[in-house]
C-alpha cells in the first residue's frame, strides 16, 4: 500500500481527535515503528545532495522546528526521508506552555493555528533525547536544534537564556536555531528591533567563536524570523545578518495575520497560523531577504509548503533549502518525497 493511501486512510482517524491528541499518539507510534524496522521500506527521496552553510544536506527538504520540541522522536522522523531535521523549540528550564486547548486546525484552509507556547521538559532532558538517538550516534544525518527563551525570563535577560541553551546544545547540533519570532511567548518578537537584535546577535556571534575554539569545531547558527514584518523591518534584519556574519536564516515562522481565515471555525483563536495561509507570507520575506543578502547568507524557505510547487516557489523566491511541518499533517509523509522529487526535476 502506498504511503499517500496509508495516509488518506489514517487522516480521518486522526482528524477526529484534537490536534494535540492526535500528535502525541502519532509521534511514539512513529518511533514504535522505526524501532520494530517497520519503516526501512518506507521509499524514500533519491539522493540530491546541497551543501549550504558548509553542510552537506542528502537533499534539500528539511522537518521544520515544532513538531518535536523536546528531540525525543529523531529516529522515527529521520526514516520518512528528510534531508535534516531540525528539532526544538528547548528553553533552560522545563515549562509547561499554555494550558489546552492550544492547537486548532482549520482544515478548509490547510492551517492550523497553535499557541503552545515553548511548551518542553528543558534543555538538558533535550540534550539526553539527542544523544541516545541512532540518529546522532552514528551521524546519520544533518540535525538542527532550536533554542529560545523561558516565558518567565524578562525579555532584557533573554540572551542570557540564548547563551545557556547555545552553551548546553552546541557539541551534539549541525547547526542552532535562534528562535526570536514565535508569537506565543510574550514580547519575544520585540528581539528583531533592530538594537535588541544588534545585541543579541553580538552576544551571539562571541559566544559562537569561544564555543568552536573549546569543541575544535564551527557550528552554523541561524535565525528564524517572522512573516509579519515590513519591508523596512526585512531590511534591518537582512544588515544585522550580513555585520554579525550569521551564518543563516530560516524565514519564516507563524503569522498572526487572520486575513485568509476570516470568518472560518476556529480562525480567531490566538496563535500563531501556519500552513497554507502563510505561503505567500513567508514567500515575500524570502525575496525580500534575498535581495538584501544576494549570496552572502543562506535563506531556509517554510511556510505553508502543501505539494511538491510550493517547495519549488520557495526556491524560486530565494531559498536553498525547504522546511516542512503543516504539510505533513495534511498531506502526510509521502509529501517529503514529492517535494524532493520536485527540487531534483
Do not use: W
Not at 518506507?42 to 540530491?48: G, I, S
Not at 520585540?190 to 556571534?205: F, H, I, R, V, Y
Not at 515590513?230 to 554579525?244: E, K, P, S, T
Not at 498572526?256 to 495561509?277: C, F, I, K, Y
Amino acid at each position: 500500500m502506498s504511503d499517500k493511501l496509508l495516509y488518506a486512510l489514517t487522516r480521518p482517524l486522526l482528524f477526529s481527535l484534537d490536534p494535540e491528541t492526535a500528535h502525541n499518539l502519532t509521534l511514539p507510534a512513529l518511533r514504535r515503528a522505526e524501532s520494530l524496522g517497520l519503516l526501512r521500506h518506507h521509499a524514500r527521496p533519491a539522493p540530491d545532495p546541497r551543501t549550504v552553510m558548509g553542510i552537506t544536506f542528502p537533499n534539500p527538504v528539511g522537518l521544520a522546528a515544532g513538531l518535536d520540541k523536546d528531540g525525543a522522536y529523531i529516529d522515527g522522523l529521520a526514516a520518512l526521508g528528510f534531508g535534516f531535521i531540525e528539532v526544538g523549540t528547548v528553553t533552560p528550564r522545563a515549562q509547561p506552555g499554555n494550558p489546552r486547548p492550544r492547537m486548532f486546525r482549520l482544515p478548509q484552509a490547510h492551517g492550523i493555528i497553535n499557541r503552545m507556547g515553548f511548551n518542553n521538559g528543558g534543555v538538558d532532558a533535550f540534550v539526553a533525547n539527542v544523544q541516545a538517538s541512532r540518529f546522532y550516534q552514528e551521524k546519520l544525518g544533518v540535525l538542527g536544534l532550536n533554542i529560545g527563551k523561558n516565558a518567565d525570563t524578562p525579555i532584557e535577560r533573554a540572551a542570557d537564556d540564548y547563551l545557556i541553551c547555545l552553551r548546553k546544545v552546541y557539541p551534539y547540533a549541525s547547526y542552532v536555531t535562534v528562535n526570536i519570532s514565535s508569537p506565543n511567548t510574550k514580547n519575544l518578537r520585540q528581539l528583531q528591533g533592530a538594537s535588541e537584535l544588534d545585541a543579541l546577535l553580538a552576544q551571539l556571534k562571541s559566544e559562537q567563536a569561544r564555543l568552536a575554539d573549546q569543541h575544535a569545531r564551527y557550528v552554523p547558527i541561524t535565525l528564524k524570523i517572522a512573516p509579519d514584518i515590513d519591508a523596512d523591518q526585512v531590511r534591518n534584519i537582512a544588515d544585522a545578518l550580513l555585520r554579525h556574519k550569521i551564518d543563516g536564516v530560516i524565514a519564516t515562522n507563524t503569522t498572526l495575520s487572520r486575513d485568509a481565515v476570516q470568518n472560518m471555525r476556529h480562525g480567531s483563536e490566538t496563535g500563531g497560523l501556519s500552513g497554507a495561509p502563510v505561503f505567500e507570507l513567508s514567500n515575500t520575506v524570502i525575496r525580500g531577504l534575498k535581495k538584501e543578502l544576494g549570496n552572502e547568507i543562506p535563506i531556509i524557505g517554510v511556510g505553508g509548503i502543501m505539494r511538491g510547487a510550493d517547495a519549488r516557489a520557495k526556491i524560486d523566491a530565494g531559498a536553498s533549502l525547504v522546511q516542512l511541518y503543516s504539510g505533513l499533517i495534511y498531506a502526510g509523509p509521502a509529501l517529503v518525497r514529492e517535494c524532493a522529487a520536485a527540487l531534483k526535476a
